[in-house]
Protein backbone atom coordinates (compact mmCIF):
# COMPACT_ATOMS: atom_id res chain seq x y z
CA UNK A 1 0.00 0.00 0.00
CA UNK A 2 1.27 3.79 -0.84
CA UNK A 3 1.08 5.57 2.46
CA UNK A 4 0.70 9.28 2.00
CA UNK A 5 2.81 12.11 4.51
CA UNK A 6 0.30 13.68 6.17
CA UNK A 7 -0.18 17.17 5.03
CA UNK A 8 0.78 19.98 7.55
CA UNK A 9 -1.94 22.54 7.33
CA UNK A 10 -1.64 25.82 8.66
CA UNK A 11 -3.79 25.01 11.39
CA UNK A 12 -1.01 22.28 12.37
CA UNK A 13 0.60 23.58 15.87
CA UNK A 14 3.83 22.82 15.19
CA UNK A 15 3.67 24.12 11.24
CA UNK A 16 2.31 27.28 13.20
CA UNK A 17 4.63 27.29 15.83
CA UNK A 18 7.33 27.16 13.20
CA UNK A 19 6.26 30.26 11.45
CA UNK A 20 6.09 32.10 14.47
CA UNK A 21 9.87 31.12 15.23
CA UNK A 22 10.72 32.05 11.56
CA UNK A 23 8.95 35.57 12.44
CA UNK A 24 11.13 36.40 15.48
CA UNK A 25 14.06 35.48 14.25
CA UNK A 26 13.55 38.13 11.25
CA UNK A 27 12.84 40.65 13.40
CA UNK A 28 15.62 40.33 15.61
CA UNK A 29 17.36 40.34 12.22
CA UNK A 30 19.56 43.15 14.50
CA UNK A 31 22.12 39.95 15.36
CA UNK A 32 22.37 39.15 11.36
CA UNK A 33 25.49 38.45 9.41
CA UNK A 34 27.40 41.35 8.77
CA UNK A 35 25.75 43.43 5.69
CA UNK A 36 26.83 45.79 3.21
CA UNK A 37 27.90 49.74 4.14
CA UNK A 38 25.17 50.91 2.54
CA UNK A 39 22.79 48.15 3.63
CA UNK A 40 24.08 48.70 7.46
CA UNK A 41 23.41 52.23 7.46
CA UNK A 42 20.07 52.28 5.72
CA UNK A 43 19.43 49.58 8.55
CA UNK A 44 20.25 52.30 11.56
CA UNK A 45 18.28 55.07 9.62
CA UNK A 46 15.10 52.61 9.67
CA UNK A 47 15.76 52.10 13.30
CA UNK A 48 16.25 54.87 14.29
CA UNK A 49 13.03 56.26 12.32
CA UNK A 50 10.98 53.24 13.68
CA UNK A 51 11.48 54.67 17.09
CA UNK A 52 10.70 58.29 16.24
CA UNK A 53 14.17 59.78 17.09
CA UNK A 54 13.80 63.17 15.74
CA UNK A 55 17.49 63.09 13.74
CA UNK A 56 17.65 59.90 13.04
CA UNK A 57 18.98 59.95 9.90
CA UNK A 58 22.43 62.54 10.96
CA UNK A 59 21.95 60.62 14.58
CA UNK A 60 22.66 56.94 12.06
CA UNK A 61 25.21 58.98 10.14
CA UNK A 62 26.86 59.97 13.32
CA UNK A 63 26.97 56.32 15.53
CA UNK A 64 28.55 54.91 11.78
CA UNK A 65 31.45 57.64 11.33
CA UNK A 66 32.21 57.41 15.24
CA UNK A 67 32.34 53.37 15.12
CA UNK A 68 34.05 53.23 11.67
CA UNK A 69 35.95 56.23 11.30
CA UNK A 70 34.65 56.80 7.82
CA UNK A 71 34.52 60.15 5.86
CA UNK A 72 31.85 60.61 3.83
CA UNK A 73 33.88 60.23 0.31
CA UNK A 74 35.52 57.55 1.87
CA UNK A 75 31.75 55.70 2.93
CA UNK A 76 30.59 56.41 -0.95
CA UNK A 77 33.86 55.10 -2.25
CA UNK A 78 33.34 51.55 -0.44
CA UNK A 79 29.32 51.60 0.32
CA UNK A 80 29.00 48.27 -1.59
CA UNK A 81 31.72 46.45 0.46
CA UNK A 82 31.00 44.13 3.57
CA UNK A 83 30.95 45.34 7.05
CA UNK A 84 33.51 43.72 9.30
CA UNK A 85 31.74 41.74 11.57
CA UNK A 86 32.76 43.56 14.66
CA UNK A 87 31.73 46.87 13.35
CA UNK A 88 28.27 45.70 12.45
CA UNK A 89 27.71 44.43 15.94
CA UNK A 90 29.01 47.71 17.62
CA UNK A 91 27.23 49.38 15.15
CA UNK A 92 23.83 47.81 16.08
CA UNK A 93 24.37 48.26 19.92
CA UNK A 94 24.62 51.50 19.97
CA UNK A 95 21.52 52.17 17.26
CA UNK A 96 19.93 50.05 20.00
CA UNK A 97 20.60 52.37 22.81
CA UNK A 98 19.90 55.54 20.93
CA UNK A 99 16.56 54.08 20.20
CA UNK A 100 16.35 54.27 23.44
CA UNK A 101 16.54 57.74 23.39
CA UNK A 102 20.07 58.05 25.09
CA UNK A 103 21.50 61.04 23.70
CA UNK A 104 24.14 60.65 20.80
CA UNK A 105 26.47 62.56 22.06
CA UNK A 106 26.69 60.42 25.32
CA UNK A 107 26.79 57.18 22.81
CA UNK A 108 30.24 58.84 21.47
CA UNK A 109 31.42 60.77 24.25
CA UNK A 110 32.06 63.96 22.31
CA UNK A 111 30.39 67.22 21.18
CA UNK A 112 31.80 70.15 18.84
CA UNK A 113 31.52 73.82 20.29
CA UNK A 114 33.40 76.31 18.61
CA UNK A 115 35.26 74.12 16.18
CA UNK A 116 36.72 71.93 19.23
CA UNK A 117 35.86 68.65 20.53
CA UNK A 118 34.58 68.67 24.01
CA UNK A 119 34.08 65.43 26.38
CA UNK A 120 30.51 65.10 27.67
CA UNK A 121 28.87 62.60 29.64
CA UNK A 122 25.49 62.43 31.99
CA UNK A 123 27.62 64.81 34.41
CA UNK A 124 27.34 67.90 32.09
CA UNK A 125 25.07 70.13 30.01
CA UNK A 126 25.57 68.99 26.07
CA UNK A 127 26.93 72.50 24.56
CA UNK A 128 24.18 73.55 22.16
CA UNK A 129 24.78 75.22 18.88
CA UNK A 130 23.13 78.41 20.79
CA UNK A 131 25.49 78.50 23.31
CA UNK A 132 28.42 79.62 20.51
CA UNK A 133 26.71 83.02 20.51
CA UNK A 134 27.37 83.48 24.27
CA UNK A 135 30.89 82.44 23.30
CA UNK A 136 31.25 84.61 20.50
CA UNK A 137 29.75 88.10 22.11
CA UNK A 138 32.37 87.25 24.92
CA UNK A 139 35.09 87.41 22.64
CA UNK A 140 33.93 90.02 20.77
CA UNK A 141 34.41 92.47 23.62
CA UNK A 142 37.57 90.37 24.94
CA UNK A 143 39.40 91.67 21.41
CA UNK A 144 37.72 95.07 22.01
CA UNK A 145 39.10 95.16 25.35
CA UNK A 146 42.92 94.05 24.77
CA UNK A 147 43.17 96.43 21.68
CA UNK A 148 42.35 99.05 24.01
CA UNK A 149 44.86 97.82 26.48
CA UNK A 150 47.16 97.73 23.84
CA UNK A 151 47.02 101.29 22.78
CA UNK A 152 47.07 102.48 26.09
CA UNK A 153 50.22 103.87 27.55
CA UNK A 154 51.54 101.01 29.64
CA UNK A 155 54.68 99.22 29.05
CA UNK A 156 52.88 95.50 29.04
CA UNK A 157 49.39 95.42 29.18
CA UNK A 158 47.53 93.24 31.59
CA UNK A 159 46.03 89.89 30.70
CA UNK A 160 42.56 90.00 31.05
CA UNK A 161 40.79 88.42 34.02
CA UNK A 162 37.34 86.21 32.96
CA UNK A 163 35.21 84.40 34.97
CA UNK A 164 32.89 81.62 33.65
CA UNK A 165 30.22 80.78 36.01
CA UNK A 166 28.13 77.32 35.76
CA UNK A 167 31.30 76.54 33.53
CA UNK A 168 29.80 72.93 32.83
CA UNK A 169 31.87 71.18 30.77
CA UNK A 170 34.10 73.89 30.21
CA UNK A 171 33.02 74.48 26.74
CA UNK A 172 32.69 77.92 26.74
CA UNK A 173 35.73 79.32 29.16
CA UNK A 174 38.01 76.58 26.95
CA UNK A 175 36.93 78.01 23.67
CA UNK A 176 37.97 81.41 24.57
CA UNK A 177 41.09 80.62 26.07
CA UNK A 178 41.97 78.82 23.59
CA UNK A 179 41.36 81.92 20.71
CA UNK A 180 42.98 84.37 23.16
CA UNK A 181 45.80 83.33 24.95
CA UNK A 182 46.17 86.76 26.66
CA UNK A 183 43.40 86.05 29.28
CA UNK A 184 43.69 84.75 32.98
CA UNK A 185 40.32 82.22 32.90
CA UNK A 186 38.86 80.60 36.35
CA UNK A 187 35.84 78.40 35.85
CA UNK A 188 33.46 77.72 38.52
CA UNK A 189 30.78 75.10 38.77
CA UNK A 190 28.77 73.68 41.81
CA UNK A 191 28.75 70.21 40.65
CA UNK A 192 32.52 68.25 41.64
CA UNK A 193 31.76 65.33 38.48
CA UNK A 194 30.90 68.47 36.30
CA UNK A 195 34.75 69.77 37.30
CA UNK A 196 36.07 66.71 36.50
CA UNK A 197 34.75 67.07 32.89
CA UNK A 198 35.91 70.08 32.78
CA UNK A 199 39.19 69.36 33.90
CA UNK A 200 40.10 66.46 31.57
CA UNK A 201 39.00 69.29 28.52
CA UNK A 202 40.95 71.95 29.51
CA UNK A 203 44.04 69.02 29.72
CA UNK A 204 42.70 67.61 26.24
CA UNK A 205 42.94 71.16 24.93
CA UNK A 206 45.91 72.19 26.35
CA UNK A 207 44.88 74.90 28.20
CA UNK A 208 45.62 76.73 31.89
CA UNK A 209 42.13 76.87 33.49
CA UNK A 210 41.40 77.74 37.60
CA UNK A 211 38.74 75.82 38.06
CA UNK A 212 36.76 76.33 41.15
CA UNK A 213 34.00 74.11 43.22
CA UNK A 214 31.60 76.47 44.21
CA UNK A 215 27.96 77.66 44.72
CA UNK A 216 28.05 80.56 41.90
CA UNK A 217 30.56 83.34 43.82
CA UNK A 218 30.36 81.59 47.37
CA UNK A 219 34.55 80.45 46.90
CA UNK A 220 36.12 83.91 46.41
CA UNK A 221 33.94 85.33 49.86
CA UNK A 222 34.98 82.07 52.22
CA UNK A 223 38.18 80.64 51.00
CA UNK A 224 41.73 81.45 52.39
CA UNK A 225 43.13 81.14 49.01
CA UNK A 226 41.16 84.66 48.15
CA UNK A 227 42.70 87.36 50.30
CA UNK A 228 40.21 89.89 48.84
CA UNK A 229 37.44 89.65 46.40
CA UNK A 230 39.44 88.82 43.05
CA UNK A 231 38.62 91.48 40.24
CA UNK A 232 37.17 90.33 37.11
CA UNK A 233 37.28 92.05 33.12
CA UNK A 234 34.18 89.96 32.16
CA UNK A 235 31.90 87.61 33.48
CA UNK A 236 30.03 85.16 31.19
CA UNK A 237 26.89 82.68 32.17
CA UNK A 238 25.08 79.83 31.12
CA UNK A 239 23.34 79.37 34.43
CA UNK A 240 20.19 77.30 34.67
CA UNK A 241 17.29 79.29 33.12
CA UNK A 242 14.31 76.59 32.04
CA UNK A 243 11.58 76.93 35.07
CA UNK A 244 11.23 74.05 37.11
CA UNK A 245 7.71 72.45 35.70
CA UNK A 246 9.28 73.35 31.91
CA UNK A 247 11.97 70.72 32.63
CA UNK A 248 9.60 67.97 33.68
CA UNK A 249 8.08 68.46 30.11
CA UNK A 250 11.52 68.33 28.04
CA UNK A 251 11.91 65.76 25.21
CA UNK A 252 13.57 62.59 27.22
CA UNK A 253 17.17 62.89 26.03
CA UNK A 254 17.11 66.29 27.97
CA UNK A 255 14.81 65.40 30.84
CA UNK A 256 16.05 61.90 31.70
CA UNK A 257 19.89 61.97 30.55
CA UNK A 258 21.27 65.37 31.46
CA UNK A 259 21.87 66.56 34.93
CA UNK A 260 18.99 68.67 36.42
CA UNK A 261 21.23 70.60 38.20
CA UNK A 262 22.02 72.35 34.88
CA UNK A 263 18.55 73.00 33.50
CA UNK A 264 16.81 73.76 36.44
CA UNK A 265 16.39 77.37 36.73
CA UNK A 266 13.46 76.72 39.76
CA UNK A 267 10.29 78.54 39.22
CA UNK A 268 10.33 81.09 37.38
CA UNK A 269 13.37 79.99 35.52
CA UNK A 270 15.49 83.20 37.04
CA UNK A 271 16.65 82.83 40.10
CA UNK A 272 20.41 82.46 39.49
CA UNK A 273 19.79 85.35 36.66
CA UNK A 274 18.65 87.18 40.70
CA UNK A 275 21.91 86.11 42.60
CA UNK A 276 24.50 86.47 39.38
CA UNK A 277 23.18 90.13 38.66
CA UNK A 278 22.96 90.97 42.14
CA UNK A 279 26.45 89.60 43.40
CA UNK A 280 28.59 90.14 40.13
CA UNK A 281 29.34 94.05 40.58
CA UNK A 282 31.42 92.94 43.51
CA UNK A 283 33.75 91.28 41.37
CA UNK A 284 33.61 93.43 38.64
CA UNK A 285 36.05 95.71 37.48
CA UNK A 286 34.79 99.30 36.56
CA UNK A 287 33.71 98.91 33.04
CA UNK A 288 33.43 95.17 33.04
CA UNK A 289 30.92 93.43 31.55
CA UNK A 290 28.64 90.52 32.14
CA UNK A 291 27.22 88.93 29.67
CA UNK A 292 24.14 85.98 30.47
CA UNK A 293 21.94 83.55 28.10
CA UNK A 294 18.76 83.29 28.45
CA UNK A 295 15.87 81.48 27.41
CA UNK A 296 14.02 82.96 24.12
CA UNK A 297 11.36 84.58 26.15
CA UNK A 298 13.52 86.28 29.07
CA UNK A 299 15.54 89.20 27.54
CA UNK A 300 13.15 92.17 29.19
CA UNK A 301 13.37 90.27 32.36
CA UNK A 302 16.92 89.47 32.89
CA UNK A 303 17.30 93.25 31.37
CA UNK A 304 15.87 95.14 34.34
CA UNK A 305 17.44 92.55 36.55
CA UNK A 306 20.78 94.14 35.23
CA UNK A 307 19.55 97.54 35.31
CA UNK A 308 18.05 97.24 38.73
CA UNK A 309 21.76 96.17 40.44
CA UNK A 310 24.29 98.57 38.50
CA UNK A 311 24.45 97.68 35.08
CA UNK A 312 24.07 100.16 31.85
CA UNK A 313 24.40 99.91 27.69
CA UNK A 314 22.07 96.68 28.03
CA UNK A 315 22.16 94.68 24.93
CA UNK A 316 19.89 91.89 23.22
CA UNK A 317 21.35 89.66 20.71
CA UNK A 318 19.79 87.39 18.91
CA UNK A 319 20.58 84.26 18.01
CA UNK A 320 20.62 82.35 14.22
CA UNK A 321 16.84 81.74 14.45
CA UNK A 322 16.29 85.30 14.92
CA UNK A 323 15.03 84.06 19.03
CA UNK A 324 16.48 86.28 21.87
CA UNK A 325 19.51 84.53 23.37
CA UNK A 326 22.22 86.69 24.96
CA UNK A 327 21.95 89.83 27.62
CA UNK A 328 24.86 92.03 28.22
CA UNK A 329 25.85 94.86 30.31
CA UNK A 330 28.51 96.74 31.22
CA UNK A 331 29.34 97.70 34.86
CA UNK A 332 29.29 100.86 36.43
CA UNK A 333 27.75 101.16 40.40
CA UNK A 334 30.60 100.60 43.05
CA UNK A 335 28.21 99.08 45.69
CA UNK A 336 26.04 95.66 44.92
CA UNK A 337 24.86 92.88 48.00
CA UNK A 338 27.39 90.17 47.88
CA UNK A 339 25.48 88.18 50.58
Wanted: aromatic content about 8%; overall charge neutral.
Amino acid sequence: MNRQKPAVTEKCPIGQMGKEAMVRKEKDSTVQSALRRQEALAWGENALRDARIADWKSDSWILYEYVTGMSRAKFLAESTQMMPRKEWERYQSLVQRRKKHIPVQHLTGEQQFMGLSFLVNEHVLIPRMDTEILAEQAEHYVKERMRRLEMSKEETAPKLQVLDVCTGSGCIAISLKKRNKNLCMTAVDISVQALQVAKENARRHGVEIRFEQSDLFGVFKQSEKYAQLPQFDLIVSNPPYIPSAVVDELEEEVRLHEPRLALDGTEDGLEFYKKITGQGGAFLKENGMLFFEIGHDQAEKVSRLLEETGFDQICVIKDLAGLDRVVCGIWRKKKCLIG
